[in-house]
Protein backbone atom coordinates (compact mmCIF):
# COMPACT_ATOMS: atom_id res chain seq x y z
CA UNK A 1 0.00 0.00 0.00
CA UNK A 2 2.29 2.76 -1.11
CA UNK A 3 0.53 6.04 -0.22
CA UNK A 4 -0.23 9.41 -1.66
CA UNK A 5 1.39 11.45 -1.66
CA UNK A 6 -8.74 16.21 -6.11
CA UNK A 7 -19.86 25.62 -7.17
CA UNK A 8 -22.43 27.59 -7.10
CA UNK A 9 -25.61 25.88 -6.92
CA UNK A 10 -25.90 26.14 -10.58
CA UNK A 11 -22.81 24.08 -10.90
CA UNK A 12 -21.86 26.33 -13.79
CA UNK A 13 -18.83 27.16 -12.87
CA UNK A 14 -17.98 24.96 -10.18
CA UNK A 15 -16.82 27.07 -7.17
CA UNK A 16 -13.05 25.17 -7.02
CA UNK A 17 -10.32 23.44 -8.18
CA UNK A 18 -10.44 19.51 -7.15
CA UNK A 19 -7.25 19.45 -6.28
CA UNK A 20 11.08 7.13 -9.73
CA UNK A 21 11.46 7.82 -13.50
CA UNK A 22 12.18 5.86 -16.38
CA UNK A 23 10.44 3.06 -19.03
CA UNK A 24 9.25 0.18 -16.51
CA UNK A 25 8.85 -2.80 -17.17
CA UNK A 26 5.30 -4.42 -15.92
CA UNK A 27 5.72 -4.71 -12.40
CA UNK A 28 2.87 -7.37 -11.46
CA UNK A 29 1.06 -7.33 -8.31
CA UNK A 30 2.02 -8.50 -5.18
CA UNK A 31 -1.43 -9.63 -3.38
CA UNK A 32 -4.29 -15.44 1.52
CA UNK A 33 -5.90 -19.41 2.73
CA UNK A 34 -4.19 -22.35 1.33
CA UNK A 35 -3.55 -23.23 -2.18
CA UNK A 36 -6.50 -24.64 -4.10
CA UNK A 37 -5.66 -27.62 -6.69
CA UNK A 38 -4.20 -27.16 -10.28
CA UNK A 39 -6.81 -25.12 -11.68
CA UNK A 40 -9.39 -24.72 -9.30
CA UNK A 41 -9.20 -21.14 -9.49
CA UNK A 42 -10.17 -20.61 -13.62
CA UNK A 43 -12.69 -19.61 -15.05
CA UNK A 44 -13.73 -20.58 -18.89
CA UNK A 45 -13.37 -18.25 -21.35
CA UNK A 46 -16.80 -15.98 -21.87
CA UNK A 47 -17.89 -16.64 -18.35
CA UNK A 48 -20.13 -14.44 -17.02
CA UNK A 49 -18.08 -11.84 -15.01
CA UNK A 50 -19.54 -10.97 -11.21
CA UNK A 51 -19.71 -7.57 -10.54
CA UNK A 52 -21.32 -7.42 -7.04
CA UNK A 53 -19.54 -5.76 -4.36
CA UNK A 54 -18.78 -7.50 -0.96
CA UNK A 55 -15.91 -7.15 1.23
CA UNK A 56 -16.24 -9.76 3.84
CA UNK A 57 -13.17 -8.85 6.65
CA UNK A 58 -11.60 -11.95 6.76
CA UNK A 59 -8.44 -12.87 9.14
CA UNK A 60 -4.79 -14.49 8.11
CA UNK A 61 -4.82 -18.46 9.16
CA UNK A 62 -3.38 -18.88 12.70
CA UNK A 63 -0.02 -19.84 12.65
CA UNK A 64 1.63 -22.83 14.46
CA UNK A 65 3.11 -22.18 17.76
CA UNK A 66 6.20 -22.64 17.08
CA UNK A 67 6.34 -20.34 14.06
CA UNK A 68 4.80 -17.33 16.50
CA UNK A 69 7.04 -17.67 19.16
CA UNK A 70 10.61 -17.87 17.10
CA UNK A 71 8.97 -14.76 15.63
CA UNK A 72 8.19 -13.34 18.51
CA UNK A 73 11.76 -13.97 19.83
CA UNK A 74 13.68 -12.33 16.60
CA UNK A 75 11.09 -9.24 17.20
CA UNK A 76 12.34 -8.76 20.54
CA UNK A 77 16.15 -9.39 19.68
CA UNK A 78 15.84 -6.78 16.86
CA UNK A 79 13.59 -4.11 18.58
CA UNK A 80 16.21 -4.50 22.23
CA UNK A 81 18.97 -4.07 19.95
CA UNK A 82 17.51 -1.10 18.09
CA UNK A 83 16.69 0.75 21.65
CA UNK A 84 20.62 0.14 22.39
CA UNK A 85 22.05 1.65 19.40
CA UNK A 86 19.58 4.66 19.92
CA UNK A 87 20.94 4.67 23.44
CA UNK A 88 25.07 4.56 22.63
CA UNK A 89 24.99 5.86 19.66
CA UNK A 90 26.82 9.50 19.27
CA UNK A 91 23.60 11.72 18.47
CA UNK A 92 25.30 13.60 16.00
CA UNK A 93 23.10 17.13 16.00
CA UNK A 94 20.00 14.90 15.10
CA UNK A 95 17.27 14.79 18.05
CA UNK A 96 16.22 11.80 19.83
CA UNK A 97 12.68 11.43 17.23
CA UNK A 98 14.72 11.47 13.93
CA UNK A 99 17.30 9.02 15.26
CA UNK A 100 14.35 7.16 16.76
CA UNK A 101 12.94 6.85 13.02
CA UNK A 102 16.07 5.93 11.82
CA UNK A 103 16.71 3.10 14.03
CA UNK A 104 12.92 2.05 13.68
CA UNK A 105 13.36 1.92 9.66
CA UNK A 106 16.51 0.24 9.77
CA UNK A 107 14.83 -2.53 12.31
CA UNK A 108 11.76 -2.86 9.81
CA UNK A 109 14.40 -3.66 7.22
CA UNK A 110 15.61 -6.32 9.00
CA UNK A 111 12.55 -7.68 10.40
CA UNK A 112 11.87 -8.65 7.06
CA UNK A 113 8.71 -8.69 4.58
CA UNK A 114 5.46 -8.03 7.21
CA UNK A 115 7.45 -4.92 8.48
CA UNK A 116 8.49 -4.36 5.46
CA UNK A 117 4.78 -3.47 4.07
CA UNK A 118 3.70 -2.01 7.54
CA UNK A 119 6.83 0.72 7.25
CA UNK A 120 5.04 1.20 3.66
CA UNK A 121 2.02 1.77 5.31
CA UNK A 122 3.28 4.27 7.71
CA UNK A 123 5.25 5.91 4.73
CA UNK A 124 1.73 6.45 2.58
CA UNK A 125 -0.30 8.17 5.30
CA UNK A 126 0.36 11.57 6.07
CA UNK A 127 -1.34 12.65 8.98
CA UNK A 128 -1.83 9.10 10.58
CA UNK A 129 1.60 8.52 11.85
CA UNK A 130 4.26 11.40 13.54
CA UNK A 131 5.53 13.52 10.12
CA UNK A 132 9.34 12.79 11.21
CA UNK A 133 8.67 8.90 11.13
CA UNK A 134 6.86 8.85 7.97
CA UNK A 135 9.42 10.82 6.49
CA UNK A 136 11.86 8.23 7.47
CA UNK A 137 10.23 5.79 6.47
CA UNK A 138 9.44 6.76 2.64
CA UNK A 139 13.36 5.37 2.27
CA UNK A 140 12.22 1.72 3.25
CA UNK A 141 12.10 -0.20 -0.03
CA UNK A 142 10.23 -3.35 -0.85
CA UNK A 143 13.08 -5.54 -2.66
CA UNK A 144 13.98 -8.74 -1.15
CA UNK A 145 16.71 -11.25 -2.33
CA UNK A 146 14.95 -13.66 -5.16
CA UNK A 147 13.54 -17.26 -3.78
CA UNK A 148 15.42 -20.31 -4.78
CA UNK A 149 14.71 -21.53 -8.85
CA UNK A 150 14.54 -25.01 -6.91
CA UNK A 151 11.98 -23.33 -4.47
CA UNK A 152 10.03 -21.39 -7.01
CA UNK A 153 10.05 -24.38 -9.45
CA UNK A 154 8.10 -26.36 -6.39
CA UNK A 155 5.70 -24.11 -5.53
CA UNK A 156 4.68 -24.25 -9.90
CA UNK A 157 4.46 -27.89 -9.96
CA UNK A 158 2.49 -27.25 -6.54
CA UNK A 159 0.19 -25.17 -8.11
CA UNK A 160 -0.40 -25.18 -11.61
CA UNK A 161 0.87 -29.42 -11.34
CA UNK A 162 4.15 -29.56 -14.00
CA UNK A 163 7.81 -27.79 -13.56
CA UNK A 164 8.12 -24.43 -15.47
CA UNK A 165 9.81 -26.33 -18.47
CA UNK A 166 6.94 -27.89 -19.20
CA UNK A 167 4.02 -25.55 -19.19
CA UNK A 168 5.57 -22.59 -20.58
CA UNK A 169 7.80 -22.72 -24.15
CA UNK A 170 10.12 -20.60 -22.21
CA UNK A 171 10.36 -19.59 -18.41
CA UNK A 172 13.21 -16.71 -17.05
CA UNK A 173 14.12 -18.39 -13.68
CA UNK A 174 15.65 -15.25 -12.56
CA UNK A 175 13.23 -12.80 -11.82
CA UNK A 176 12.65 -9.28 -13.15
CA UNK A 177 10.98 -8.02 -9.98
CA UNK A 178 11.32 -9.40 -6.53
CA UNK A 179 9.53 -8.33 -3.03
CA UNK A 180 8.45 -9.55 0.03
CA UNK A 181 5.46 -11.31 -1.31
CA UNK A 182 5.93 -12.32 -4.26
CA UNK A 183 8.31 -12.41 -7.59
CA UNK A 184 7.59 -11.81 -11.38
CA UNK A 185 9.20 -14.03 -13.91
CA UNK A 186 9.31 -13.68 -17.73
CA UNK A 187 7.89 -16.22 -19.84
CA UNK A 188 6.20 -17.19 -23.26
CA UNK A 189 2.96 -19.57 -23.62
CA UNK A 190 3.33 -22.14 -25.90
CA UNK A 191 1.27 -20.16 -27.93
CA UNK A 192 3.40 -17.66 -28.47
CA UNK A 193 2.67 -14.90 -26.20
CA UNK A 194 4.56 -13.17 -23.68
CA UNK A 195 3.23 -12.87 -20.13
CA UNK A 196 5.06 -12.03 -16.65
CA UNK A 197 4.43 -14.89 -14.02
CA UNK A 198 4.02 -13.61 -10.57
CA UNK A 199 4.76 -16.18 -7.91
CA UNK A 200 4.12 -16.24 -4.17
CA UNK A 201 7.50 -16.75 -1.66
CA UNK A 202 7.30 -19.51 -0.50
CA UNK A 203 5.67 -20.42 3.31
CA UNK A 204 4.98 -16.61 3.01
CA UNK A 205 1.45 -16.81 4.37
CA UNK A 206 3.03 -18.35 7.84
CA UNK A 207 5.40 -16.42 8.18
CA UNK A 208 3.16 -13.05 7.75
CA UNK A 209 0.13 -14.70 9.92
CA UNK A 210 3.02 -15.05 12.85
CA UNK A 211 4.25 -11.21 12.48
CA UNK A 212 0.86 -10.07 12.36
CA UNK A 213 -0.32 -11.30 15.28
CA UNK A 214 2.59 -10.28 17.26
CA UNK A 215 2.05 -6.64 16.15
CA UNK A 216 -1.42 -7.40 17.34
CA UNK A 217 -0.20 -7.93 20.96
CA UNK A 218 2.25 -4.75 20.29
CA UNK A 219 -0.75 -2.39 19.12
CA UNK A 220 -2.81 -3.36 22.66
CA UNK A 221 0.13 -2.47 24.67
CA UNK A 222 0.63 1.31 22.10
CA UNK A 223 -2.65 1.91 22.36
CA UNK A 224 -2.40 3.00 25.97
CA UNK A 225 -0.18 5.80 25.31
CA UNK A 226 -1.46 8.89 23.25
CA UNK A 227 0.40 7.77 19.98
CA UNK A 228 -1.35 4.62 19.81
CA UNK A 229 -4.62 6.56 20.46
CA UNK A 230 -4.23 9.32 18.27
CA UNK A 231 -2.86 6.43 15.48
CA UNK A 232 -5.83 3.70 16.39
CA UNK A 233 -2.93 1.43 16.68
CA UNK A 234 -5.44 -1.36 16.74
CA UNK A 235 -7.81 -0.39 13.55
CA UNK A 236 -4.43 0.03 12.06
CA UNK A 237 -2.85 -3.58 12.50
CA UNK A 238 -6.56 -4.88 11.75
CA UNK A 239 -6.28 -2.93 8.12
CA UNK A 240 -2.98 -3.99 7.88
CA UNK A 241 -4.32 -8.00 8.15
CA UNK A 242 -6.79 -7.04 5.74
CA UNK A 243 -4.55 -6.17 2.77
CA UNK A 244 -2.04 -8.39 3.66
CA UNK A 245 -4.63 -11.23 3.72
CA UNK A 246 -6.51 -9.86 -0.14
CA UNK A 247 -2.35 -9.53 -1.70
CA UNK A 248 -1.76 -12.81 -0.97
CA UNK A 249 -5.04 -14.17 -3.11
CA UNK A 250 -3.83 -13.72 -6.70
CA UNK A 251 -6.74 -15.89 -7.82
CA UNK A 252 -8.72 -13.27 -6.43
CA UNK A 253 -6.32 -10.20 -7.77
CA UNK A 254 -6.85 -11.65 -11.15
CA UNK A 255 -10.94 -11.58 -10.39
CA UNK A 256 -10.50 -7.87 -9.12
CA UNK A 257 -8.93 -6.75 -12.59
CA UNK A 258 -11.61 -8.06 -14.72
CA UNK A 259 -14.16 -6.88 -12.55
CA UNK A 260 -12.31 -3.36 -11.88
CA UNK A 261 -12.36 -3.00 -16.20
CA UNK A 262 -15.23 -4.56 -16.88
CA UNK A 263 -16.84 -1.59 -14.80
CA UNK A 264 -15.68 0.63 -17.11
CA UNK A 265 -16.41 -1.02 -20.22
CA UNK A 266 -19.45 1.13 -21.51
CA UNK A 267 -18.72 4.21 -20.41
CA UNK A 268 -16.96 7.42 -21.51
CA UNK A 269 -13.29 6.66 -20.82
CA UNK A 270 -13.58 2.39 -20.99
CA UNK A 271 -11.11 2.60 -24.16
CA UNK A 272 -8.79 4.84 -22.51
CA UNK A 273 -7.68 2.34 -20.13
CA UNK A 274 -6.70 -1.09 -19.63
CA UNK A 275 -5.58 -4.23 -17.64
CA UNK A 276 -3.46 -6.81 -18.37
CA UNK A 277 -5.36 -9.99 -19.69
CA UNK A 278 -5.31 -13.17 -17.09
CA UNK A 279 -4.52 -16.43 -18.30
CA UNK A 280 -6.69 -18.27 -15.95
CA UNK A 281 -5.21 -21.70 -17.22
CA UNK A 282 -2.07 -20.58 -14.99
CA UNK A 283 -3.54 -18.70 -12.57
CA UNK A 284 -4.49 -19.75 -8.98
CA UNK A 285 -4.23 -18.51 -5.65
CA UNK A 286 -0.17 -18.47 -5.33
CA UNK A 287 0.33 -18.03 -9.36
CA UNK A 288 -0.69 -15.28 -11.85
CA UNK A 289 0.02 -15.30 -15.05
CA UNK A 290 -0.93 -12.31 -17.27
CA UNK A 291 -0.20 -10.64 -20.60
CA UNK A 292 3.42 -8.52 -20.99
CA UNK A 293 2.39 -4.93 -20.87
CA UNK A 294 5.48 -2.51 -22.16
CA UNK A 295 4.49 1.28 -21.41
CA UNK A 296 6.30 4.44 -19.53
CA UNK A 297 5.56 5.56 -16.28
CA UNK A 298 3.17 7.69 -15.70
CA UNK A 299 5.37 10.12 -13.76
CA UNK A 300 8.09 10.02 -16.38
CA UNK A 301 6.89 13.22 -18.35
CA UNK A 302 10.14 13.60 -20.47
CA UNK A 303 9.57 10.07 -21.54
CA UNK A 304 5.69 10.76 -22.22
CA UNK A 305 6.31 14.19 -23.76
CA UNK A 306 8.71 12.58 -25.98
CA UNK A 307 6.02 10.31 -27.14
CA UNK A 308 3.78 12.73 -27.95
CA UNK A 309 1.18 12.09 -25.38
CA UNK A 310 -1.02 14.94 -24.15
CA UNK A 311 -0.62 14.97 -20.39
CA UNK A 312 -4.11 16.25 -19.54
CA UNK A 313 -6.13 13.36 -21.36
CA UNK A 314 -3.56 10.96 -19.46
CA UNK A 315 -4.84 12.92 -16.00
CA UNK A 316 -8.20 12.86 -17.10
CA UNK A 317 -8.29 8.99 -17.60
CA UNK A 318 -6.65 8.75 -14.20
CA UNK A 319 -9.35 10.81 -12.20
CA UNK A 320 -12.59 9.51 -13.79
CA UNK A 321 -12.02 5.96 -13.68
CA UNK A 322 -11.46 6.65 -9.90
CA UNK A 323 -14.64 8.84 -9.79
CA UNK A 324 -16.18 6.15 -11.62
CA UNK A 325 -15.06 2.89 -10.03
CA UNK A 326 -14.81 4.41 -6.76
CA UNK A 327 -18.08 6.76 -6.46
CA UNK A 328 -20.44 4.87 -8.50
CA UNK A 329 -19.32 1.35 -9.15
CA UNK A 330 -18.06 0.51 -5.92
CA UNK A 331 -14.99 -1.28 -6.81
CA UNK A 332 -11.76 1.03 -7.22
CA UNK A 333 -7.84 0.28 -7.78
CA UNK A 334 -6.39 1.01 -3.71
CA UNK A 335 -2.46 1.77 -4.73
CA UNK A 336 -1.97 4.18 -7.20
CA UNK A 337 1.74 4.72 -6.78
CA UNK A 338 3.81 5.75 -10.18
CA UNK A 339 5.37 1.72 -10.59
CA UNK A 340 1.11 0.65 -10.87
CA UNK A 341 0.46 3.11 -13.74
CA UNK A 342 1.96 2.60 -17.20
CA UNK A 343 1.16 4.35 -20.57
CA UNK A 344 1.18 1.64 -23.60
CA UNK A 345 1.70 2.75 -27.07
CA UNK A 346 -1.64 3.56 -28.05
CA UNK A 347 -1.97 6.52 -24.69
CA UNK A 348 -3.73 3.74 -22.32
CA UNK A 349 -3.61 3.75 -19.00
CA UNK A 350 -2.37 0.59 -18.15
CA UNK A 351 -3.38 -0.26 -13.95
CA UNK A 352 -1.40 -2.96 -12.74
CA UNK A 353 -1.23 -4.24 -8.92
CA UNK A 354 -4.61 -5.25 -7.97
CA UNK A 355 -3.76 -6.77 -4.90
CA UNK A 356 -5.44 -4.34 -2.49
CA UNK A 357 -8.91 -2.48 -4.29
CA UNK A 358 -11.34 -1.04 -2.14
CA UNK A 359 -15.21 -2.01 -2.20
CA UNK A 360 -17.93 0.59 -1.36
CA UNK A 361 -21.34 -0.59 -0.13
CA UNK A 362 -24.57 1.44 -1.83
CA UNK A 363 -25.10 3.33 1.01
CA UNK A 364 -22.06 4.48 1.82
CA UNK A 365 -21.30 5.47 -2.27
CA UNK A 366 -24.73 7.45 -1.82
CA UNK A 367 -23.49 9.28 1.70
CA UNK A 368 -19.83 9.58 -0.15
CA UNK A 369 -21.63 10.98 -3.37
CA UNK A 370 -23.80 13.62 -1.31
CA UNK A 371 -20.38 14.58 0.97
CA UNK A 372 -18.77 15.23 -2.17
CA UNK A 373 -21.72 17.45 -3.83
CA UNK A 374 -22.27 19.28 -0.63
CA UNK A 375 -18.39 20.21 -0.23
CA UNK A 376 -17.57 21.23 -3.87
CA UNK A 377 -20.54 21.76 -5.53
CA UNK A 378 -22.92 23.40 -2.39
CA UNK A 379 -20.32 24.60 -0.21
CA UNK A 380 -22.58 23.58 2.22
CA UNK A 381 -20.57 22.34 5.74
CA UNK A 382 -22.89 21.61 7.84
CA UNK A 383 -24.11 19.37 5.10
CA UNK A 384 -20.93 17.37 5.04
CA UNK A 385 -20.65 17.21 8.91
CA UNK A 386 -24.00 15.82 8.49
CA UNK A 387 -23.07 13.15 6.15
CA UNK A 388 -20.01 12.02 8.48
CA UNK A 389 -22.12 11.56 11.11
CA UNK A 390 -24.57 9.14 8.98
CA UNK A 391 -21.43 7.40 8.08
CA UNK A 392 -21.26 6.22 11.62
CA UNK A 393 -17.95 7.77 12.06
CA UNK A 394 -17.97 9.23 15.35
CA UNK A 395 -16.41 7.75 18.16
CA UNK A 396 -18.54 7.11 21.83
CA UNK A 397 -15.70 9.81 23.11
CA UNK A 398 -16.75 12.14 20.02
CA UNK A 399 -17.17 15.66 21.01
CA UNK A 400 -20.91 17.03 20.89
CA UNK A 401 -20.96 19.86 18.51
CA UNK A 402 -23.85 22.06 17.25
CA UNK A 403 -23.93 22.61 13.42
CA UNK A 404 -22.70 26.00 13.50
CA UNK A 405 -19.20 24.91 15.15
CA UNK A 406 -19.15 21.82 12.92
CA UNK A 407 -19.53 24.24 9.72
CA UNK A 408 -17.19 26.39 10.64
CA UNK A 409 -14.58 23.40 11.50
CA UNK A 410 -14.86 21.54 8.75
CA UNK A 411 -14.90 25.05 6.51
CA UNK A 412 -11.60 25.48 8.17
CA UNK A 413 -10.17 22.41 6.95
CA UNK A 414 -12.16 22.36 3.56
CA UNK A 415 -10.87 26.05 2.38
CA UNK A 416 -7.62 25.06 0.80
CA UNK A 417 -9.19 22.85 -1.51
CA UNK A 418 -11.24 25.48 -2.68
CA UNK A 419 -9.57 28.45 -2.94
CA UNK A 420 -6.19 27.40 -3.84
CA UNK A 421 -5.00 26.50 -7.21
CA UNK A 422 -4.18 23.31 -7.64
CA UNK A 423 -0.42 23.21 -8.04
CA UNK A 424 -0.75 25.52 -5.02
CA UNK A 425 -2.44 22.71 -2.52
CA UNK A 426 -0.20 20.78 -0.05
CA UNK A 427 -1.99 17.36 0.41
CA UNK A 428 0.13 16.12 3.07
CA UNK A 429 -0.37 19.35 5.29
CA UNK A 430 -4.44 18.45 4.88
CA UNK A 431 -3.36 14.94 5.73
CA UNK A 432 -2.27 16.38 9.17
CA UNK A 433 -5.18 18.62 9.45
CA UNK A 434 -7.60 15.68 9.21
CA UNK A 435 -5.66 13.61 11.77
CA UNK A 436 -6.16 16.77 14.17
CA UNK A 437 -9.65 17.24 13.57
CA UNK A 438 -9.95 13.05 13.39
CA UNK A 439 -8.62 13.41 17.34
CA UNK A 440 -10.37 16.56 18.31
CA UNK A 441 -14.00 14.75 17.64
CA UNK A 442 -13.35 11.04 17.88
CA UNK A 443 -14.01 10.80 14.04
CA UNK A 444 -13.13 6.91 12.99
CA UNK A 445 -13.46 7.38 8.73
CA UNK A 446 -14.52 4.32 7.21
CA UNK A 447 -11.43 2.05 6.02
CA UNK A 448 -12.91 2.69 2.62
CA UNK A 449 -13.00 6.59 2.22
CA UNK A 450 -9.16 6.54 3.90
CA UNK A 451 -8.58 4.34 1.29
CA UNK A 452 -9.87 6.30 -1.36
CA UNK A 453 -8.51 9.44 0.05
CA UNK A 454 -5.15 8.21 -0.51
CA UNK A 455 -5.56 7.48 -4.19
CA UNK A 456 -6.72 10.84 -4.62
CA UNK A 457 -3.26 12.30 -3.29
CA UNK A 458 -1.24 10.02 -5.98
CA UNK A 459 -3.74 11.16 -8.49
CA UNK A 460 -3.36 15.06 -7.09
CA UNK A 461 0.73 13.92 -7.81
CA UNK A 462 0.46 12.96 -11.50
CA UNK A 463 -2.17 16.41 -11.59
CA UNK A 464 0.32 18.78 -10.76
CA UNK A 465 2.96 16.56 -12.95
CA UNK A 466 1.04 16.10 -16.38
CA UNK A 467 -1.23 18.99 -16.14
CA UNK A 468 -0.44 21.70 -13.45
CA UNK A 469 -2.74 24.47 -14.89
CA UNK A 470 -5.97 22.11 -15.60
CA UNK A 471 -9.13 22.83 -13.61
CA UNK A 472 -10.97 19.77 -12.91
CA UNK A 473 -13.95 21.37 -11.76
CA UNK A 474 -13.92 24.08 -14.45
CA UNK A 475 -13.21 21.83 -17.72
CA UNK A 476 -16.83 21.12 -19.33
CA UNK A 477 -16.80 17.69 -19.23
CA UNK A 478 -16.36 16.89 -15.37
CA UNK A 479 -19.22 19.65 -14.82
CA UNK A 480 -21.40 17.42 -16.50
CA UNK A 481 -20.28 14.76 -14.45
CA UNK A 482 -20.47 16.16 -11.41
CA UNK A 483 -23.63 17.60 -12.65
CA UNK A 484 -25.29 14.02 -12.46
CA UNK A 485 -23.62 13.38 -8.85
CA UNK A 486 -25.91 15.92 -7.93
CA UNK A 487 -28.98 14.75 -9.56
CA UNK A 488 -28.25 11.23 -7.69
CA UNK A 489 -27.30 13.09 -4.66
CA UNK A 490 -30.73 14.85 -4.31
CA UNK A 491 -32.58 11.74 -5.72
CA UNK A 492 -31.10 9.56 -2.75
CA UNK A 493 -32.30 12.61 -0.43
CA UNK A 494 -35.84 12.60 -1.48
CA UNK A 495 -35.82 8.86 -1.07
CA UNK A 496 -34.41 8.45 2.07
CA UNK A 497 -37.09 11.55 3.35
CA UNK A 498 -39.62 9.67 1.49
CA UNK A 499 -38.62 6.69 3.62
CA UNK A 500 -38.77 8.63 6.39
CA UNK A 501 -42.78 9.68 6.23
CA UNK A 502 -45.03 7.63 8.12
CA UNK A 503 -47.05 5.41 6.25
CA UNK A 504 -50.91 6.77 6.41
CA UNK A 505 -53.85 4.12 5.86
CA UNK A 506 -55.96 5.06 2.87
Known sequence: MSTPEGAGNDAAPLAAELSENGKQQPVIPESTSEPPSAGADSRPAGATIDLEITRPRVRLRQPPLRVEAGRFGLTVSRLAGSGARLLVKPRR?????????????????????????????????????????????????????????????????????????????????????????????????????????????????????????????????????????????????????????EELDFAAEGHAMEQWIASLADTEYGDKVRVPKVFWEYTTERVLTMEYVQGIRIDNITELAAAGFDGVALVKAIVYSL???????????????????????????????????????????????????????????????????????????????????????????????????????????????????????????????????????????YMKLLAPDWALLADPSFIGYFGNMVIAAEQSRLEEAAARQPVRGS
Open 323 to 461: FETGFHKGLFHGDLHAGNLLVDSDGRIVFLDFGIVGRIDDRSRKIFTEIMVDLFVKNDHAAVARGIYKLGAIGDRGKVADSTTAAKTISNFTSPLQQSKLSAIEYGQLGKQLAVLAKEYDVRLPRELVLISKQLLYVER
Open 93 to 245: GRSLEVRAAHELRRTFALMGPTYVKLGQLIASSPGVFPETLSNEFRTLLDRVPPASSQLIRQTVREQLGADPATIFATFDEHPFASASIAQVHHATLKSGERVVVKIQRPKIRTRLAADVRIIGRLARLIVKTDLGRATNAIEVVEDFEQNLN
